[in-house]
């Protein structure tokens, strides 16, 4: 069966799942099978039933929306065009990347592109999905 989480508290370990069903399944931290990813709201899952309980609960991986932002794509704008803010305007900072370009001709926003670079590199895809796929 396939569901959303709908509350997990990290105190008592227990929580809820709304199944396509249209049946809430408690669940505990035990029953959760996908060790990389922390129960939270609104993760798509899969799981078995047992009654009104849900086991094996296993994370969906949710097809990539269209115009979803990327982070490989912003890091390739970042390394091959930060220079006049190319990366800025495609993560939607309009802003900063009409800053940038205003000062391409130095080499201040290549420097900052180099850094961004790095940052987008180690931040995680939760991470960069929250912060710029609202």
């Not at 990327?70 to 390394?79: E, G, K, T, V, Y």
């Not at 001709?105 to 290549?110: E, K, Q």
Request: glycine share 8%.
């Amino acid at each position: 069966m396939q569901g959303t989480v709908l509350s997990f508290d990290s105190e008592t370990n227990k929580g809820l799942i709304s199944g396509h069903d249209g049946v809430r399944y408690s669940f505990s931290r035990m029953d959760w099978e996908t060790s990389k990813v922390e129960p939270k709201e609104n993760l798509n899952v899969d799981f078995d039933t047992k009654g009104k309980k849900a086991l094996e609960i296993i994370v969906i991986k949710s097809k990539k929306q269209k115009g979803k932002r990327s982070r490989p794509n912003a890091i390739f704008f970042a390394l091959f065009a930060g220079g006049v803010g190319a990366h800025k305007f495609y993560l939607g900072q309009n802003g900063l990347g009409l800053l940038y370009l205003l000062f391409c001709w130095t080499a201040i926003p290549l420097l900052l592109s180099l850094i961004e670079v790095i940052f987008l590199a180690f931040l995680n895809e939760d991470e960069f999905d929250r912060r710029y796929n609202k």
